[in-house]
């Protein structure tokens, strides 16, 4: 039996999170569990009741309450597709088709990784994201310098007091263009083939430095718990530049020390094509026959997946993270969204490198899946409010390793949630036909958010961040930015104007494929 100084000690680690009307999770794809005039005890991060509000607050008559009757309280959302801060056109490349548009990334500046890495960090919580899959960038060797610079960001999303799950991406092939990278260095004129190899030199690495000199330190520092907000994921950056043997490594490695894999994958229709000329069949056909497919496999964009990639992806449990902004603005497309729910597929949402205002909003995100993947017609069905709010949240949590723990609040399971200001979503009318979750898919913004909670701690309360001061951030970053190129930018950046034209070129008899879309939204 609980005495009542150990259920007062208890008590002062918990509070009581009050809402007007709590979303639970989603029950199917058109219904949404809602408790209405409820609260959520929390104490030490995990969710230990939840109820009718002046139940629990009556029982609980000394704890905190957090929020308030006119609040909407939501599961944390999670961006399960995310990479830099500081934005490409921030730092001076234009949307762009994703072959030509990382080599113009090679011009970009330094930017200190803690310090970007909070810059979004603070969108995103903003918005009510309270994890992310960070996918970080790849670097030139030595593997040993790696660990230095991952730490630095997960460090970020530490002192922020957010979730994290980090894969450190990494390539070994075509890591200028889609063929071998001794056959296109011959193909450039005299004068660049030597600073061509010199600068690709630098990322080359043997596979197995990886595991020893990466993966296990960042393992030892972060895993088994030391850090509960953090995961470490593996992350080949996409089929094209990782040959079989680092993918059967990187498969390897997963089931070894029980983590997960997030693979960029049909992306373009460049990406769609390659696999053609290479593989004399699709991508995920190729995987499946070298058994790199499995349910700890979660596919980011598979956007020119086609019907028979669908099944096998089903087969396997995977799931998909779908990045309808990125998709948009660098031209790659539409996913087949729809048909990968009608398959039974979680599907996540990531917003990439950047959303549609060039920032990390999810609330915005939810609302452009929400319109995107609608057909005209009058009985062509939507996607509805209850799946768009399921990809944000639990298949979210799923798709980036802490789906037993987060993505939805039950009873047991860690108090990540998110509090809104109803009245203001709703003002200044909103008819009492229209669904809660409808109201926030339709009409929520980040100015609506009132708080964020993570683990049971609050980190953001009406416009300003519990652990990092945002302002005092800002600054250091702008001095950080605001100098002279250094030597070795400067030369990345000549090169990368150098060699542009001829990666650009690379494609041009490239037959795209012209296949039976998914969606009819018009024609001519």
Same mark, same amino acid.
């Given at each position: 039996? *609980?005495?009542?100084?150990?259920?007062?000690?208890?008590?002062?680690?918990?509070?009581?999170?009050?809402?007007?009307?709590?979303?639970? !999770?989603?029950?199917?794809?058109?219904?949404?569990?809602?408790?209405?005039?409820?609260?959520?005890?929390?104490?030490?991060? #995990? /969710?230990?009741?939840?109820?009718?509000?002046?139940?629990?607050?009556?029982? =609980?008559?000394?704890?905190?309450?957090?929020?308030?009757?006119?609040?909407?309280?939501?599961?944390?959302?999670?961006?399960?597709? =995310?990479?830099?801060?500081?934005?490409?056109?921030?730092?001076?490349?234009?949307?762009?088709?994703?072959?030509?548009?990382?080599?113009?990334?090679?011009?970009?500046?330094?930017?200190?990784?803690?310090?970007?890495?909070?810059?979004?960090?603070?969108?995103?919580?903003?918005?009510?994201?309270?994890?992310?899959?960070?996918?970080?960038?790849?670097?030139?060797?030595?593997?040993?310098?790696?660990?230095? %610079?991952?730490?630095?960001?997960?460090?970020?999303?530490?002192?922020?007091?957010?979730?994290?799950?980090?894969?450190?991406?990494?390539?070994?092939? =075509?890591?200028?263009?889609?063929?071998?990278?001794?056959?296109?260095?011959?193909?450039?004129?005299?004068?660049?083939?030597? !600073?061509?190899?010199?600068?690709?030199?630098?990322?080359?690495?043997?596979?197995?430095?990886?595991? *020893?000199?990466?993966?296990?330190?960042?393992?030892?520092?972060?895993?088994?718990?030391?850090?509960?907000?953090? #995961?470490?994921?593996?992350?080949?950056? %996409?089929?094209? +530049?990782?040959?079989?043997?680092?993918?059967?490594?990187?498969?390897?490695?997963?089931?070894?020390?029980?983590?997960?894999? =997030?693979?960029?994958?049909?992306?373009?229709?460049?990406?769609?094509?390659?696999?053609?000329?290479?593989?004399?069949? *699709?991508?995920?056909?190729?995987?499946?026959?070298?058994?790199?497919?499995?349910?700890?496999?979660?596919?980011?964009?598979? *956007?020119?997946?086609?019907?028979?990639?669908?099944?096998?992806?089903?087969?396997?449990?995977?799931? /998909?993270?779908? %990045?309808?902004?990125?998709?948009?603005?660098?031209?790659?497309?539409?996913?087949?969204?729809?048909?990968?729910?009608?398959?039974?597929?979680?599907?996540? &949402?990531?917003?990439?490198?950047?959303? &549609?205002?060039?920032? +990390?909003?999810?609330?915005?995100?939810?609302?452009?899946? !929400?319109?995107?993947?609608?057909?005209?017609?009058?009985?062509?069905?939507?996607?509805?409010?209850?799946?768009?709010?399921?990809?944000?949240?639990?298949?979210?949590?799923?798709?980036?390793?802490?789906?037993?723990?987060?993505?939805? &609040?039950?009873?047991?399971?860690?108090?990540?949630?998110?509090?809104?200001?109803?009245?203001?979503?709703?003002?200044?009318?909103?008819?009492?036909?229209?669904?809660?979750?409808?109201?926030?898919?339709?009409?929520?913004?980040?100015?609506?958010?009132?708080?964020?909670?993570?683990?049971?701690?609050?980190?953001?309360?009406?416009?300003?961040?519990?652990?990092?001061?945002?302002?005092?951030?800002?600054?250091? &970053?702008?001095?950080?930015?605001?100098?002279?190129?250094?030597?070795?930018?400067?030369?990345?950046?000549?090169?990368?104007?150098?060699?542009?034209?001829?990666?650009?070129?690379?494609?041009?008899?490239?037959?795209?494929?012209?296949?039976?879309?998914?969606?009819?939204?018009?024609?001519?």
């Amino acid at each position: 039996m *609980t005495d009542n100084s150990t259920m007062a000690s208890r008590e002062k680690s918990g509070s009581l999170v009050r809402g007007r009307h709590i979303l639970l !999770k989603a029950l199917d794809d058109d219904t949404v569990d809602i408790l209405h005039d409820g609260a959520i005890l929390q104490i030490g991060g #995990r /969710i230990e009741e939840i109820g009718p509000y002046s139940d629990l607050a009556k029982k =609980h008559s000394g704890i905190e309450v957090c929020g308030s009757a006119d609040d909407v309280v939501i599961p944390g959302l999670v961006n399960a597709h =995310h990479h830099i801060g500081i934005t490409p056109v921030q730092l001076g490349s234009e949307d762009m088709p994703l072959e030509t548009w990382l080599t113009h990334h090679i011009r970009h500046r330094d930017v200190d990784p803690y310090l970007d890495t909070l810059y979004s960090a603070f969108e995103l919580v903003a918005s009510g994201v309270t994890a992310v899959q960070h996918l970080g960038g790849m670097k030139p060797g030595p593997v040993r310098s790696w660990p230095e %610079n991952a730490s630095a960001i997960i460090q970020a999303y530490v002192d922020l007091g957010m979730r994290v799950s980090f894969a450190f991406c990494n390539r070994d092939q =075509h890591r200028l263009v889609y063929e071998d990278d001794d056959v296109f260095i011959a193909s450039l004129p005299e004068p660049l083939r030597h !600073k061509t190899s010199a600068f690709l030199q630098r990322t080359h690495f043997d596979l197995e430095d990886y595991e *020893t000199e990466y993966l296990k330190p960042m393992l030892d520092r972060f895993g088994g718990g030391k850090q509960p907000l953090v #995961r470490i994921w593996l992350a080949p950056i %996409n089929l094209e +530049r990782s040959s079989d043997r680092l993918l059967g490594l990187t498969r390897d490695w997963a089931h070894k020390y029980g983590i997960g894999i =997030h693979l960029h994958l049909s992306e373009t229709p460049y990406q769609k094509e390659f696999s053609a000329r290479q593989y004399g069949k *699709t991508s995920i056909q190729h995987l499946d026959d070298i058994g790199f497919l499995g349910p700890h496999l979660t596919v980011g964009h598979g *956007t020119w997946v086609c019907e028979a990639d669908l099944d096998v992806i089903a087969k396997h449990g995977m799931c /998909i993270c779908h %990045n309808a902004s990125s998709n948009l603005r660098l031209r790659s497309g539409i996913a087949p969204v729809r048909e990968f729910v009608a398959r039974g597929i979680p599907v996540a &949402l990531g917003i990439d490198e950047a959303g &549609l205002n060039d920032d +990390r909003d999810m609330l915005q995100e939810m609302r452009l899946v !929400k319109h995107l993947h609608a057909q005209p017609g009058i009985y062509q069905k939507p996607l509805g409010a209850a799946q768009i709010f399921q990809m944000a949240t639990e298949h979210g949590a799923k798709s980036i390793g802490f789906g037993s723990e987060i993505g939805t &609040l039950e009873v047991g399971k860690r108090a990540d949630l998110v509090s809104l200001d109803y009245k203001r979503i709703a003002a200044p009318f909103l008819d009492s036909e229209i669904p809660i979750v409808d109201a926030l898919i339709y009409r929520a913004k980040t100015e609506h958010v009132s708080a964020v909670m993570i683990d049971g701690k609050i980190v953001y309360r009406n416009g300003k961040f519990a652990n990092v001061d945002r302002d005092h951030t800002a600054q250091k &970053l702008s001095a950080d930015l605001n100098r002279p190129l250094r030597a070795d930018e400067a030369a990345r950046a000549e090169f990368s104007r150098e060699v542009f034209p001829y990666v650009r070129d690379f494609y041009k008899d490239w037959k795209l494929p012209v296949p039976k879309p998914f969606y009819h939204l018009n024609g001519r």
